[in-house]
């Protein structure tokens, strides 16, 4: 296992350092740089900027030079845990991200558990009881829940809140904690307006692991080792739970590679909607504005979710399932 893992690892190193040249080459193919559409944008109010500032503003923040040593420049500030300035914002990127990314890790933790809490209970029951009014019923729900896009959910209850209740239900927190430091107030905030982006943002997800547990398990539940254990005499749920459940989450275990980054890009269309602070509208914002290092460091730290997150996967499927090895080779 340990040799695994570093093997692993030693692949991550050259995996991220080509994730990172081409995703700050992708990052600078659009015509111009920050500065460039600072301009224009001034230009459109009839404004303009001195050539010679312009040129000072090229050179001090490094966009005269070469392609080639902007990326190992920003590469080697990466790795010192530097990831930039944010024209934008005008201030370090590590800065901008600020609560944001603590948010963003909030919001998603508790929508995977209200995911997870939800679909299972569903998913078993549907698969258990096939072909039943119940299962009929929670079929038509979640097939409801797929058809229903997040953004128009999170629109409708906006609109039923502010008709029937006259509130906003809109953002993660109370206006008067907007610049404030996190404190317990501030927390207690965030986690009474949280459930409203966790039900609009975790219903598509709940409504697709719905379906797919209900698959896989009727998959598992027509296996011979399934039947043979009921023959024996094993009670039935007891049966289910220790084999044909536990072979069923093996795509939901495989899916931990995508819930990491999610952490960073996760439902930017919903935060919008709702006004959440999050990090995707962050993300997005800094591409609308070609403001490269902060876009840059938010693909970089996707890339790194991404590989350790396919690593925390494999291992965590090696566990659960015994037919899975590390190696690739057969088990003699």
């Known amino acids: 296992m340990l040799s695994y893992i570093a093997r692993r690892i030693l692949v991550m190193i050259p995996t991220l350092l080509a994730i990172s040249f081409i995703s700050f080459a992708i990052i600078q193919l659009p015509p111009g740089d920050y500065l460039t559409t600072m301009v224009n944008e001034l230009r459109s109010r009839g404004e303009s900027l001195d050539p010679n500032q312009l040129q000072f503003?090229?050179?001090?923040?490094?966009?005269?030079?070469?392609?080639?040593?902007?990326?190992?420049?920003?590469?080697?500030?990466?790795?010192?845990?530097?990831?930039?300035?944010?024209?934008?914002?005008?201030?370090?990127?590590?800065?901008?991200?600020?609560?944001?990314?603590?948010?963003?890790?909030?919001?998603?933790?508790?929508?995977?558990i209200f995911i997870w809490v939800v679909s299972f209970p569903i998913g078993i029951y549907?698969?258990?009881?096939?072909?039943?009014?119940?299962?009929?019923?929670?079929?038509?729900?979640?097939?409801?829940?797929?058809?229903?896009?997040?953004?128009?959910?999170?629109?409708?209850?906006?609109?039923?809140?502010?008709?029937w209740f006259g509130i906003s239900i809109g953002g993660l927190m109370d206006p008067k904690y907007l610049d404030q430091p996190m404190s317990w107030?501030?927390?207690?905030?965030?986690?009474?307006?949280?459930?409203?982006?966790?039900?609009?943002?975790?219903?598509?997800?709940?409504?697709?692991?719905?379906?797919?547990?209900?698959?896989?398990?009727?998959?598992?539940?027509?296996?011979?080792?399934?039947?043979?254990?009921?023959?024996?005499?094993?009670?039935?749920?007891?049966?289910?739970?220790?084999?044909?459940?536990?072979?069923a989450l093996n795509p939901f275990i495989a899916d931990i590679g995508n819930i990491l980054p999610h952490l960073i890009s996760g439902a930017t269309i919903v935060s919008v909607v709702l006004n959440l602070p999050t990090a995707g509208p962050l993300l997005l914002s800094a591409l609308q504005s070609q403001?490269?290092?902060?876009?840059?460091?938010?693909?970089l730290w996707l890339a790194v979710l991404t590989v350790i997150g396919t690593l925390v996967s494999d291992l965590a499927l090696a566990v659960l399932d015994p037919r899975i090895r590390l190696s690739g080779g057969a088990v003699k």
Request: aromatic content about 14%.
């Open 57 to 112: 503003l090229r050179q001090n923040y490094g966009l005269d030079q070469p392609f080639l040593l902007q990326y190992l420049a920003w590469l080697g500030n990466c790795l010192r845990g530097d990831f930039g300035w944010s024209f934008e914002y005008n201030m370090p990127v590590t800065a901008v991200v600020g609560d944001r990314m603590f948010l963003t890790i909030l919001l998603t933790v508790a929508t995977t």
């Open 126 to 163: 549907s698969a258990t009881h096939q072909y039943s009014i119940g299962d009929y019923g929670l079929t038509f729900l979640g097939f409801l829940g797929l058809a229903t896009p997040n953004f128009l959910l999170a629109l409708v209850l906006l609109y039923l809140a502010n008709q």
């Open 185 to 247: 107030a501030k927390f207690v905030s965030v986690l009474g307006h949280l459930w409203v982006p966790v039900i609009v943002i975790g219903t598509a997800g709940t409504a697709a692991m719905i379906r797919r547990l209900r698959a896989n398990l009727l998959d598992e539940l027509q296996k011979q080792y399934y039947v043979t254990a009921l023959a024996k005499g094993m009670k039935r749920n007891r049966a289910l739970l220790k084999y044909p459940l536990r072979m």
């Open 291 to 299: 403001d490269m290092y902060l876009a840059g460091s938010f693909v």
